[in-house]
């Protein structure tokens, strides 16, 4: 009801002159979305500029709603050594794309092998998955191997090496709290998913079950890293959150190349555009925001997997 009420003694104004005010103070936020705006419309015409702003009218809507429900924002985490610190954040950026052009380009053998064989027969032989179909158990199959791949390369060295600096879980982002902030975020998701037609035609076992496993694909590790790692200690050394904000996230969008290349077939020079697009970058602009907002990582986690399994943050 207090968030309700809200509504009421004029603090969605407030917030939204308060918006309005660190626009002004952030030129570099403000250049990323006239700039990413710009980009969709070179790559997609009016109907990509058309979608980009409705996807900047529901960022707006999702920082807003972030706003009002973390009104005891917590304080920045105390770093130890944050140059140092974002320097062998670099080396992991540099490892996780070199790891990211690895399995695309071993993709093949990866994902055709006896392992991928023995998890297809056990889901084929489980009373949860034996009445899918061939389509669907290889794709399941699929989302596993590529689930525990990204637990092996990617969380579990970032999670050692936060160890190996000596930070504790809290310290890293695994803080609790803001459930009802990620209920209504996870709730409004759906219900643009729905809107979108996520929901034809699907198993609710299958949906359930794909979202756990995009827990670990994307969500676990790009949110303790991105999240959790980079974006603290850009802020810290930049002196602005905005502009940590900006700069994980063309960090984000940019490790993705390797996959648009090589998996979806996107010119170099396409990809290197996408970097600035409005499409990876709002992603990461309102998941930066809600860490910001939260100090924890598991929100986002929760949020971000859910995304084009449960519902949709952006058209």
């Known amino acids: 009801m207090n968030n309700i009420s809200s509504l009421l003694d004029g603090k969605v104004l407030n917030i939204m002159l308060h918006f309005y005010r660190r626009l002004k103070e952030t030129p570099l936020l403000l250049g990323c979305i006239i700039v990413g705006l710009a980009v969709t419309f070179g790559?997609?015409?009016?109907?990509?500029?058309?979608?980009?702003?409705?996807?900047?009218?529901?960022?707006?809507?999702?920082?807003?709603?972030?706003?009002i429900m973390t009104e005891d924002s917590p304080e920045q985490v105390k770093l130890k050594n944050p140059k140092l610190e974002l320097s062998i954040g670099v080396i992991l950026v540099i490892y996780n794309i070199i790891m990211a052009i690895f399995v695309h380009l071993n993709g093949e053998y990866i994902f055709n092998n006896k392992l991928h064989i023995s998890i297809y027969r056990f889901l084929q032989n489980s009373f949860l998955f034996n009445d899918l179909g061939y389509m669907e158990l290889i794709k399941l199959c699929v989302s596993i191997i590529n689930a525990?791949?990204?637990?092996?390369?990617?969380?579990?060295?970032?999670?050692?090496?936060?160890?190996?600096?000596?930070?504790?879980?809290k310290e890293i982002g695994f803080r609790g709290g803001y459930w009802e902030l990620t209920i209504v975020l996870l709730g409004l998701s759906l219900l643009l998913g729905i809107y979108e037609g996520l929901y034809k035609e699907i198993d609710y076992k299958l949906l359930v079950f794909s979202y756990i496993i995009r827990i670990f694909i994307n969500g676990l590790p790009e949110e303790l890293f991105y999240r959790g790692f980079l974006l603290p200690r850009l802020e810290v050394i930049l002196k602005n959150s905005l502009n940590a904000l900006v700069i994980s996230s063309i960090i984000f969008?940019?490790?993705?190349?390797p996959s648009w290349v090589i998996k979806y077939?996107?010119?170099?020079?396409?990809?290197?555009?996408?970097?600035?697009?409005?499409?990876?970058?709002?992603?990461?602009?309102?998941?930066?925001?809600?860490?910001?907002?939260?100090?924890?990582v598991i929100p986002g986690i929760l949020w971000h997997a859910s995304v084009g399994i449960l519902g949709k943050i952006f058209l």
């Open 265 to 296: 077939n996107h010119s170099l020079w396409h990809a290197f555009l996408d970097i600035f697009s409005f499409g990876y970058q709002s992603h990461s602009l309102i998941l930066g925001y809600l860490y910001l907002r939260t100090r924890s």
């Open 148 to 169: 525990g791949l990204n637990t092996i390369i990617i969380t579990l060295p970032f999670l050692l090496v936060f160890k190996l600096m000596g930070y504790k879980y």
């Open 43 to 67: 790559l997609q015409g009016f109907q990509g500029l058309f979608i980009g702003l409705i996807n900047l009218f529901l960022l707006l809507i999702w920082a807003l709603i972030i706003r």
């Open 253 to 257: 969008s940019a490790v993705h190349v």
